[in-house]
């Protein structure tokens, strides 16, 4: 069974400096990875996804994440966060043929001025 | 275009009572989801939908139905309201299932007193 491990539930970083979220997952079979992001009081929007090709993974507003498979890791990254970045990410992954998509417990991004 | 719209924004329920989550969707998804946010557990799947008159469970079914009788509307029942329902709900819908992006609505906020 899939499952996903953020092992930082908080995170504070300065303006301006680079930061890193982390994310592991765990599955039998090949995987779809996301990071998702939740602004508050909204729902979540997708930030970035890897379903193949390519293991760096560009997002919006500046992020990327890099896919490693013998690490079953897809951390997060961004090399000068904003204080508009204050806001929770969520990993999420899915197995391929797995019609559920299961989500870590979250990283809260704290951005300090 | 709307998007994912849930009804109500808020609710305040007495232990015991029922009700009904709306969750509407104008973007001709074949697949919907109700997950639970929930402090220091992320979201967790309660159940999910490939299309219209298809449905399953998820990591968390118990306590509420679904139904999926077309394809823009996934409203989950509550039966019979508990304390341990008092969390946050997020329907969710995507093109296909698990290799599409999730598109989320708002959220409902939910208090079993």
């Known amino acids: 069974a899939q499952s996903v491990t953020q092992l930082d539930s908080q995170v504070p970083v300065f303006e301006e400096a680079p930061v890193e979220l982390r994310c592991n997952y765990s599955?039998?079979?090949?995987?779809?990875l996301f990071w998702y992001v939740q602004y508050p009081n909204q729902g979540l929007q997708l930030l970035l996804k890897?379903?193949?090709?390519?293991?760096l993974v560009k997002g919006i507003n500046g992020f990327e994440a890099e896919f490693n498979k013998s690490q079953t890791s897809f951390h997060l990254r961004k090399p000068s966060v904003h204080i508009s970045d204050t806001a929770e990410y969520f990993c999420a992954v899915s197995d391929r043929g797995n019609e559920k998509l299961t989500f870590g417990t979250g990283t809260r991004l704290t951005i300090i001025p | 275009n709307a998007g994912v719209t849930q009804t109500p924004k808020f609710q305040v329920l007495k232990t015991g009572q029922s009700m009904t989550l709306q969750c509407a969707q104008d973007?001709?998804?074949?697949?919907m989801s109700w997950y639970r946010q929930d402090p220091g557990m992320g979201l967790r799947l309660i159940h999910y939908s490939v299309g219209a008159g298809i449905t399953d469970q998820g990591e968390v079914p118990n306590g509420y139905n679904v139904s999926r009788s077309t394809t823009e509307d996934f409203p989950l029942r509550l039966l019979s309201a508990a304390p341990s329902q008092t969390s946050v709900y997020f329907c969710a819908s995507s093109p296909s299932s698990y290799n599409s992006p999730l598109h989320f609505g708002n959220g409902t906020r939910l208090t079993v007193t």
């Open positions: 599955s039998s079979v090949s995987v779809y």
């Open positions: 890897y379903l193949s090709g390519s293991t």
């Open positions: 973007m001709n998804h074949e697949y």
